[in-house]
């Protein structure tokens, strides 16, 4: 048997495999699931954990709030913490986003969607000076 030939029937092996795997998922994770929800204790920690990393966001949505308020960045950010879940919209337009990209270096949705649960205490100032940044020196048409 030459290289090539042996080459091709290894490489249509493995993509039966890949084919297989990708096809269908393992069912690890509904099995974590239905124990956690099947176990008292488990499900009771489970909902700490829930109450815990909801409660983060919801502080991290409140010290951006006041970072944006005491820097004094125009327009109003109510909506920030009027909002829930790990996803809120900023308000900011393309350019602006653009801008947070290229001088700061923070990324987001191109519709100023951000992700807050990449928000930390040591972070938060940082964001929120790019946002009052990006608002105060461009302008959206």
Not at 4 to 29: C, F, T, V
Not at 58 to 76: A, D, I, N, V
Request: net charge positive; aromatic share 8%; proline share 4%.
């Amino acid at each position: 048997m030459n290289n090539a030939d042996y080459k091709n029937r290894i490489k249509s092996q493995m993509e039966l495999i890949a084919r297989a795997m990708w096809s269908n998922p393992p069912n690890h994770g509904a099995r974590i699931v239905a124990t956690v929800l099947n176990n008292p204790a488990l499900y009771k920690q489970w909902q700490g954990h829930i109450k815990e990393m909801s409660s983060r966001v919801f502080s991290m949505r409140e010290m951006l709030y006041q970072h944006l308020k005491s820097l004094g960045t125009p327009g109003t950010w109510n909506h920030i913490v009027d909002q829930i879940g790990m996803f809120t919209f900023t308000g900011l337009g393309p350019k602006q986003v653009q801008g947070l990209r290229n001088r700061h270096h923070i990324y987001c949705l191109s519709t100023g969607r951000i992700n807050m649960c990449a928000l930390t205490t040591k972070n938060v100032e940082h964001v929120a000076k790019a946002i009052h940044d990006v608002v105060t020196t461009i302008t959206e048409d």
